[in-house]
């Protein structure tokens, strides 16, 4: 792709930032931020960015949105994490749930939900992984009986975030048992107030709290079924492969080498820090390469192209560069910025905490080289 941005992305970059520049969102995004484990309830600061028409621009103007291309809902994304906004309720509502729905839901399913979440009315969480399955979606339990004219489902999942404050999951669940490990799952919007659902804290070091998901004969009407009986795993693939732009992951790097700039900054601002300016070189050339190949997949995505090849690619990289990030730079905050808790110093401590978990979200790093691997084998045997 020849990476650049056109005049018109450019002048809607601009209004999204004067937009979030403004007293009400900056005051709303600081009582949002967590930090030393306290996780605050962020949906105030979303139902004022849903009425700034700021969360879901790409959507159909009948569904809540404003009808502009996917490009530039990755571009709000960029400025949101960059005016501090928080954003898994993002990531998770709108980039996951949201966008899942619009491409595998129905008309009547599109018209019920995705409005509510457009405003910041509504939000969701993803319901995949299972306690005994790990990154093997394949080897999931959750099972969803025929009840009537719905379903009745039974399970447990982990590690979501932002649960306890969610009103749907977006959940998969075996609807035939035994059709084999790939067969028979299916996919649901699950009402997380429905009864026999139940939301616990899982003990954690970060500043964002995973949550565990037991779900024991919950009611699902039949309208809530995701696609066809029986066939959510190719959907759960494409699910994952949008999903996977690298881009959040980027952001999170972006951000916290800043913060690290910020420290040194702070920390002593008449050096030069020649035994870092290295390293500091490295980890820019690493973002810009990380920052187009983010891009390359979103321009697949907006073209109705889903390669996932290239947002295994775009996962790993970005993954593995902040995790990078965060452990290089726990140690520049001196004794002094931590002791007074500096800005710089808490979003540092923030990030290490946070790092470790961004290899296993979203698919591990192990994972994403066995889709490379694969795609390169199959084009080996094919020259053969």
């Given at each position: 792709?020849?990476?650049?941005?056109?005049?018109?992305?450019?002048?809607?970059?601009?209004?999204?930032?004067?937009?979030?520049?403004?007293?009400?969102?900056?005051?709303?995004?600081?009582?949002?931020?967590?930090?030393?484990?306290?996780?605050?309830?962020?949906?105030?600061?979303?139902?004022?960015?849903?009425?700034?028409?700021?969360?879901?621009?790409?959507?159909?103007?009948?569904?809540?949105?404003?009808?502009?291309?996917?490009?530039?809902?990755?571009?709000?994304?960029?400025?949101?994490?960059?005016?501090?906004?928080?954003?898994?309720?993002?990531?998770?509502?709108?980039?996951?749930?949201?966008?899942?729905?619009?491409?595998?839901?129905?008309?009547?399913?599109?018209?019920r939900y995705l409005p509510a979440l457009a405003r910041g009315e509504s939000f969701a969480s993803v319901l995949y992984t299972e306690p005994d399955a790990a990154s093997d979606l394949g080897a999931l339990r959750a099972v969803a009986e025929p009840d009537g004219d719905g379903y009745r489902i039974t399970g447990t999942k982990v590690f979501s975030l932002k649960t306890r404050f969610v009103d749907l999951g977006l959940c998969a669940a075996r609807t035939t048992p035994g059709a084999g490990k790939y067969q028979g799952i299916s996919l649901f919007l699950v009402d997380m107030g429905?009864?026999?659902?139940?939301?616990?804290?899982?003990?954690?070091?970060?500043?964002?709290?995973?949550?565990?998901?037991?779900?024991?004969?919950?009611?699902?009407?039949?309208?809530?079924?995701?696609?066809?009986?029986?066939?959510?795993?190719?959907?759960?693939?494409?699910?994952?492969?949008?999903?996977?732009?690298?881009?959040?992951?980027?952001?999170?790097?972006?951000?916290?080498?800043?913060?690290?700039?910020?420290?040194?900054?702070?920390?002593?601002?008449?050096?030069?820090?020649?035994?870092?300016?290295?390293?500091?070189?490295?980890?820019?050339?690493?973002?810009?390469?990380?920052?187009?190949?983010?891009?390359?997949?979103?321009?697949?995505?907006?073209?109705?192209?889903?390669?996932?090849?290239?947002?295994?690619?775009?996962?790993?990289?970005?993954?593995?560069?902040?995790?990078?990030?965060?452990?290089?730079?726990?140690?520049?905050?001196?004794?002094?910025?931590?002791?007074?808790?500096?800005?710089?110093?808490?979003?540092?401590?923030?990030?290490?905490?946070?790092?470790?978990?961004?290899?296993?979200?979203?698919?591990?790093?192990?994972?994403?080289?066995?889709?490379?691997?694969?795609?390169?084998?199959?084009?080996?045997?094919?020259?053969?």
């Amino acid at each position: 792709m020849r990476f650049g941005f056109t005049e018109d992305q450019q002048r809607f970059r601009a209004q999204v930032r004067t937009a979030l520049r403004s007293a009400e969102v900056r005051a709303a995004a600081a009582k949002a931020t967590g930090a030393d484990g306290v996780e605050p309830d962020a949906r105030p600061l979303y139902r004022l960015l849903g009425g700034l028409g700021l969360l879901a621009v790409h959507w159909p103007v009948e569904f809540g949105g404003q009808g502009r291309p996917p490009t530039d809902a990755a571009i709000v994304a960029e400025e949101l994490v960059r005016a501090g906004v928080p954003d898994t309720f993002h990531v998770n509502t709108i980039q996951i749930v949201g966008q899942f729905l619009l491409m595998a839901g129905s008309h009547e399913q599109k018209r019920r939900y995705l409005p509510a979440l457009a405003r910041g009315e509504s939000f969701a969480s993803v319901l995949y992984t299972e306690p005994d399955a790990a990154s093997d979606l394949g080897a999931l339990r959750a099972v969803a009986e025929p009840d009537g004219d719905g379903y009745r489902i039974t399970g447990t999942k982990v590690f979501s975030l932002k649960t306890r404050f969610v009103d749907l999951g977006l959940c998969a669940a075996r609807t035939t048992p035994g059709a084999g490990k790939y067969q028979g799952i299916s996919l649901f919007l699950v009402d997380m107030g429905a009864p026999g659902v139940t939301v616990s804290v899982i003990p954690g070091v970060g500043d964002e709290h995973f949550h565990r998901v037991d779900l024991d004969a919950v009611p699902v009407p039949g309208g809530n079924l995701l696609g066809p009986r029986d066939e959510g795993w190719p959907l759960l693939n494409e699910a994952l492969a949008i999903e996977r732009t690298g881009l959040d992951y980027h952001l999170k790097a972006e951000h916290w080498l800043q913060a690290a700039l910020d420290a040194l900054i702070e920390g002593d601002p008449g050096s030069a820090h020649e035994d870092r300016l290295e390293q500091i070189g490295r980890w820019h050339g690493a973002l810009t390469a990380d920052h187009v190949l983010a891009w390359e997949v979103l321009a697949g995505l907006a073209s109705g192209r889903i390669d996932q090849v290239a947002t295994a690619v775009a996962k790993y990289h970005s993954s593995e560069l902040a995790q990078g990030i965060a452990a290089w730079a726990v140690g520049i905050p001196g004794p002094g910025q931590r002791a007074n808790r500096s800005k710089a110093a808490v979003t540092l401590d923030s990030a290490y905490r946070e790092a470790p978990g961004l290899t296993l979200s979203a698919g591990t790093s192990e994972v994403m080289l066995q889709i490379m691997a694969a795609a390169f084998d199959s084009i080996g045997q094919e020259e053969h």
